[in-house]
């Protein structure tokens, strides 16, 4: 199976923004990508730069309005399953969500970042409501696939779960700035992720300078024996592909032996 991760830039212009990731998205799909995923909020400025204005939460848009209509067109016509990430508005409430969308055009639901931040230049607490979605694993025409926005990924209970719902990849979307992190620690992270559950990890992360920060690029995917497989640029526009073995899957540590040995009995009384 192929996948597609789209780095791209984004400005002011939401509609150039999507037209150029329906583009994208396009081409990915005559290259034979089956599944395309895209970056936090990839169609819009990076707005948690600046704290939160009545202004700016007036950006987010409904999870049924144009933008994810014209992927799940997309969608439907090349047969490809599609992980977007939206600044969603759902009644007088905001949120950082991924629609994501089968290959028949339908949308199977949506993934709400749970774990909000609040820190300089990302000052998302002013813009998000903690998502109610749980973390969904989606049984979608070219496997199952789960969902973790950006700082949900620090957060092994979160990435435990989508594995112990049968989840063979989990999509990432990230705001990644340079020099955010120590060097390495991003990869570090989901390649641990991959080796401890068993999946393949897809973190595809923004690009570009912008009004505070400049996004890394630099998105990746990992295989379940923790290895990088692919690579995108550092501060490059470009799709990344890869090729997925899920034959890989079942001879994982993590299904061969980690999920066998857990005690899941004592572990209640841990997290009180």
């Not at 409904?62 to 969603?88: S, Y």
């Not at 025409?141 to 926005?149: D, K, P, Q, S, T």
């Not at 090729?243 to 009180?272: C, M, Q, V």
Request: hydrophobic fraction near 40%; include cysteine.
């Amino acid at each position: 199976m192929k996948i597609a991760l789209i780095q791209q830039k984004a400005d002011n212009d939401l509609q150039a923004n999507v037209r150029k990731g329906l583009a994208r998205a396009k081409a990915a799909a005559e290259q034979g990508a089956q599944i395309i995923a895209f970056a936090e909020l990839a169609f819009h400025p990076f707005y948690p730069q600046v704290p939160a204005t009545e202004a700016s939460l007036q950006k987010a848009e409904p999870v049924d309005g144009e933008t994810v209509a014209a992927f799940q067109k997309l969608a439907a016509e090349f047969k490809v399953v599609i992980v977007l990430n939206i600044f969603e508005r759902d009644g007088d409430k905001t949120y950082d969500t991924s629609p994501v969308i089968d290959a028949d055009g339908r949308l199977l639901g949506t993934t709400r970042m749970i774990h909000i931040t609040e820190y300089e230049g990302f000052h998302e607490q002013g813009y998000y409501t903690p998502g109610d979605h749980d973390a969904p694993v989606y049984d979608t025409a070219h496997g199952r696939i789960g969902v973790a926005i950006c700082y949900d990924r620090h957060y092994p209970e979160y990435m435990r779960v989508m594995a112990l719902r049968g989840a063979e990849i989990v999509f990432v979307p990230q705001a990644g700035a340079v020099g955010e992190w120590p060097e390495g620690l991003y990869e570090a992270e989901m390649r641990v992720a991959a080796f401890q559950n068993g999946y393949f990890t897809a973190l595809v992360n923004r690009v570009g300078q912008e009004e505070k920060l400049t996004f890394a690029g630099e998105s990746f995917v990992c295989n379940p024996g923790g290895t990088v497989i692919a690579r995108a640029g550092s501060l490059t526009e470009e799709i990344l592909y890869c090729e997925i073995d899920r034959e890989e899957l079942k001879e994982s540590h993590a299904r061969t032996l980690f999920f066998r040995d857990r005690r899941p009995e004592l572990y209640g009384n841990w997290f009180k």
